[in-house]
């Protein structure tokens, strides 16, 4: 079946009128008449029966109008229709604990319903954004491609922390604390510790750097004052600063639940 002639039959049983219909088609009233014809024929059953005074429905041509205007309908809704009392956000851990736990009260109020926090790494935070598991994912990746689009969110100042004092040109002496292969330890020294503790818990890692277990690195605002920590700037040439991405479908128009989560996001 052409779906071409079903849409002539539509216009056609909304008008009851081949005139009217090829008018609005924008085709000859001819061309009207043939397409129905073909569309009776390829399924087996008269639609319209047509008169020298009027066009008029059959049982069968009610029938399939109203399938379509129903179907119509639910298409419609689907379209127009968005979920703006939900949000799914893929996380990063450390991320997560230390910072956007502190948007949720602007969350709560925006997304009544359900707020989903979901904490993964970086291709399965990317997988789950590009196969719908997540509205949005904030994370340390800048992604620019025709899928995905990052917004920078604010810049996390680093420092290598320890319990007691160190040498930061002999890091390698020491116990390194690390999230995983990742880490900022592995990325900034080419000269490696032979003795790590690996923990995928940023908050672990600081409790375990307080207990004097290692060192690591850390965004600076996770640390106080009363921790009593030695902290110790990266050198010059050293990433000092990480930055953090909210990442999205690369959309023309943003569904309303993500704009507003872009907005609160964005909140200082």
Do not use: C
Not at 57 to 76: A, H, P, V
Not at 224 to 235: A, I, V
């Amino acid at each position: 079946m052409d779906y071409r002639y079903l849409k002539t039959f539509i216009v056609t049983a909304q008008k009851l009128s081949f005139s009217k219909a090829a008018q609005q088609l924008g085709i000859a009233q001819s061309a009207v008449s043939r397409q129905i014809r073909l569309l009776e024929e390829s399924i087996g059953k008269t639609l319209l029966v047509r008169t020298t005074s009027k066009v008029f429905l059959t049982g069968e041509g009610k029938k399939l109008l109203g399938e379509f205007l129903l179907f119509e309908n639910r298409i419609n809704e689907f379209l127009h229709e968005q979920d703006i009392t939900t949000i799914k956000i893929g996380i990063v851990h450390g991320i997560l604990e230390n910072w956007a736990l502190t948007k949720i009260d602007s969350l709560k109020k925006r997304f009544p319903q359900i707020i989903r926090f979901s904490v993964n790494s970086g291709d399965s935070l990317h997988e789950g954004l590009i196969n719908g598991l997540y509205d949005i994912t904030i994370s340390t990746d800048n992604i620019q491609n025709e899928a995905i689009t990052s917004l920078r969110l604010f810049d996390e100042k680093l420092a290598i922390v320890s319990a007691s004092p160190i040498k930061v040109s002999s890091l390698h002496q020491y116990t390194w604390i690390v999230y995983g292969a990742s880490d900022w330890l592995h990325r900034f020294f080419k000269k490696q510790s032979d003795s790590f503790i690996e923990v995928n818990s940023i908050t672990s890692i600081l409790k375990l750097v307080k207990k004097n277990e290692g060192i690591a690195i850390l965004p600076d605002h996770m640390l106080n004052p009363s921790d009593k920590l030695y902290t110790y700037p990266l050198k010059r040439g050293k990433q000092q600063v990480s930055s953090i991405y909210l990442n999205t479908l690369n959309y023309q128009i943003p569904p309303q639940n993500i704009k507003d989560a872009i907005s609160i996001f964005r909140e200082k």
